[in-house]
């Protein structure tokens, strides 16, 4: 991760502050792997794309990882804590090397690629339904019914339900279920592990405690945003126990 560091990911915190979640997620992945542009991580899955905010994670704050919900049904609260490594999930029916699957059902084949983060900017503000035939449009390249083309309005349920499925499989990573059981009634239901959110809340904490650290530092000694930012967070600590902050 040879673009990461205090400084670049302040800028890129700040740059995110404004953005849309999913923005967000490309402008860190950006940062930190400053190889690929905004525009290239844009387009890449979004199991890819989660799968390097997990790596993000664990190079950031670490592998283990603490989250809290409500049974559904009790309203008794759970902790959870589990690690990265748990919730990294390998495609049961991968797709090819550059994301394209196909799907042959009920006499239709169909060919497409996975969504990607440009995919669902592109869907964000519309209703569901018009947004799933704009990402049906945008993401399935061929359509056949006995060797006559199709428009990818003109599926059926069960065939758009089957692609569905077969997005999933080839992108698991995409949508992350965690099995849960309430200790209090014993209740079993999945709750879906938003990778993005989740390091977004710490990303987000992490900025504003380093900020309020630098102007401790520098109200004390006069030093630079600069200086105390590229100071390891163990020295920034010390110096603070010194000045009582």
């Not at 999913?22 to 387009?43: G, H, I």
Request: aromatic share 6%; proline share 4%; with cysteine.
């Amino acid at each position: 991760m040879p673009g990461l560091n205090a400084a670049t990911l302040l800028a890129a915190w700040e740059r995110a502050l404004s953005q849309n979640p999913v923005q967000r997620a490309l402008t860190l992945l950006a940062a930190a792997w400053p190889d690929k542009s905004v525009d290239q991580w844009a387009n890449v899955s979004i199991g890819e794309r989660d799968g390097y905010l997990l790596r993000l994670r664990d190079e950031v704050f670490g592998s283990e990882l603490e989250a809290t919900t409500v049974c559904p049904v009790c309203g008794e609260r759970l902790q959870l804590a589990f690690s990265t490594q748990a919730i990294r999930v390998e495609a049961q029916q991968p797709s090819s090397g550059d994301g394209r699957f196909r799907v042959e059902a009920s006499g239709y084949e169909v060919s497409g690629r996975l969504p990607t983060s440009a995919d669902l900017m592109e869907i964000a503000n519309r209703p569901d339904s018009a947004g799933r035939e704009v990402l049906l449009r945008r993401c399935l390249t061929a359509l056949r019914s006995d060797g006559e083309v199709v428009d990818p309005a003109a599926l059926p349920d069960e065939i758009v339900k089957t692609v569905i499925e077969r997005m999933a499989q080839a992108d698991p990573q995409a949508e992350v279920q965690i099995a849960l059981a309430c200790p209090a009634c014993s209740h079993r239901w999945s709750m879906v592990f938003d990778i993005l959110s989740y390091i977004w809340s710490e990303i987000d904490d992490w900025a504003q405690r380093l900020l309020m650290e630098v102007h401790a530092l520098a109200s004390a000694y006069g030093w630079s945003e600069r200086d105390i930012v590229a100071m390891s967070a163990r020295r920034r600590r010390l110096y603070l126990e010194m000045v009582g902050a």
